[in-house]
């Protein structure tokens, strides 16, 4: 019906509108409750006003939003009805018109100054929109609404209900470098106003930490962890996390001590430490953390889990065994018992009893990791062509696609593992025929799974280590264009461009661009040590190596390491690292390379 048809019918019309409203209130009262009833209400309108409210409602149900505002926006303004503009607000939110959100929003702020909902709603708006310094001066009026006299004294600590508000309100925006800037910008006009530094302060790290600005969450948090402020922990715990995306693992782990001496330390902050101090590299400090939490808690055996897998990551047998022994009693989680029995009893050397607890594992999250030990203990115990053919029986059992994949690839790993080759003491000429088996089942796995990325980056890489070097340049190199796992292929084709080509300085940038995508990855920074060091940059490389030998100790990286220190004679130091690297692994090729270079040491 058209508005002219309805005036020209006149009160006919009208009464029409009104019968069709008796159904249309009841459709809308079973959604949205008696508020949207009387919202809709021909007391609230004139004639056309109420028409429009009532097409609004229908397109509504009908989920048509851009209908629903056409209708709705035009009368919301000419309202005096905060509950009117609140319901086109949402609407125009929820449905992302941003434009339209922003100017009812501003309606309905200026019919109620004092409605907190108002207020969020159009800050947030204005910083979608881009109009950051706007929505700033929004949360200042925010702040000062939630405040109102509500400063309380917190453990001796001046605290901002509003800051506190505003503060959760922007860390839960999706738009979190907006977020970050538009606090930013709030705080730049605070900057006469002393109080409440801390907390600001700790919202600016946390809005900064999620828009991965982490040189500003440092900044922002020098001095809370040192003051006794109330937020030592929490400031702690997210300067550990930004030192370590910024590569300042030293710094991070100084501080990571200083949360494990606070008394204030809880559960869930205490379990954050075990994760960083395990990221960090030192496993023993986590395990003493962990170990407290699970004699505070020990029902929980997920924990017991992560203890039992720090245990054997220890090499601490005894404590693992009693652990598990533990884990095993609760029937729900025997088939992770199994498994780590099986770690217990490999990392003892007892390989034969732990391949039995790898076949009693049926389900759980060790499964296909059971799969795996499974293959390298039958090679190891048996033959690497035993091994195969019960991989090769499990493909043909395989009725779906990721299924064979994964057979196929696990197979190919098998075929290509360094430890395990070493490990049955085959010859030079043996291990090339493996891997070169192994480049064939990846081919295969390609062809099953062309668009998973991942397996181009590991065929990359045995494609190296068999000296075909284009075709490995070439997996490398598809692998950076689709954007996935591109660190790791921007440093596998770095590294591989030092070890067989000359062009060094092409091979740094794509080591340095790897770099800047993870700066505590231990493999990157041996590659940008090794680049370096070809390069003639000898300081550089010393550094470099130095932190990824810290973080991790392969014998790769060593060589790396003491190649280096030789050059700069420091022998003492270099032979004092062969000897512990060499005991540790006897038959390592990188190593034994070395032992003629050092033997006028």
Known sequence: MSICRMQRNGIVGLMLLISTFSVGADFIQSDKGEDTKKLISPDNFDERQFYHALVAEFYNQANKPKLTLKHYLPIALESSDPILLKRVTEIATGSAQLKKALIAAEHWVELSPDSLDAQQYFALLLLRDGQLKKSAKQLNMIRELVDQDSDKQAEGFLVSKGLKFIGALLVIESHHDKAYRVFSYYLEQLKAEPLYKDQKQLILASLGMKANEYKVVVAALDGIEATGSKYFASAAIMKTKALKKLGRIDEAAILLQKIVNTKKTSDSLRLELTRLLISVGKQAEAEVELDKLVKKHPDNNDLLKALIALNIAQKEWKKAKINNASLSNNKAYINDAYYFNGEILEGEGNLTVALTY?????????????????????????????????????????????????????????????????????????????????????????????????????????????????????????????????????????????????????????????????????????????????????????????????????????????????????????????NAMIKEHPNNASLDNLRSNLEHI
Do not use: C
């Open 358 to 578: 790898y076949k009693r594992v049926k389900k759980g999250v060790f499964l296909k990791k059971s799969f795996s030990k499974r293959a390298r203990l039958l090679a190891q115990t048996q033959s690497i062509k035993l091994s195969r053919q019960w991989l090769h029986r499990q493909q043909k059992k395989s009725l779906k696609l990721k299924d064979k994949t994964f057979w196929l690839k696990l197979e190919a790993d098998m075929l290509s593992d360094k430890k395990l080759l070493f490990a049955i003491n085959s010859n030079q000429i043996s291990i090339q025929k493996n891997i070169n088996a192994a480049i064939k089942l990846y081919d295969e796995v390609i062809t099953l799974s062309p668009k998973k990325i991942v397996y181009r980056y590991y065929r990359g890489l045995l494609l190296e280590r068999s000296n075909q070097i284009d075709r490995a340049e070439s997996d490398f190199n598809f692998v950076i264009k689709q954007g996935k796992k591109k660190a790791d292929a921007l440093n596998a084709l770095g590294f591989l461009l030092v070890k067989h080509t000359k062009r060094l300085d092409e091979a740094k940038t794509y080591i340095e661009a790897a770099y800047k995508l993870k700066p505590n990855d231990a493999l990157i920074l041996d590659s940008l040590g090794w680049v370096n060091y070809r390069l003639g940059e000898v300081d550089k490389a010393e550094g470099f190596l130095r932190k990824a030998f810290l973080r991790l100790k392969t014998p790769e990286i060593a060589s790396h390491l003491i190649t280096v220190l030789s050059k700069r004679q420091k022998y003492q130091e270099a032979r004092k690292i062969f």
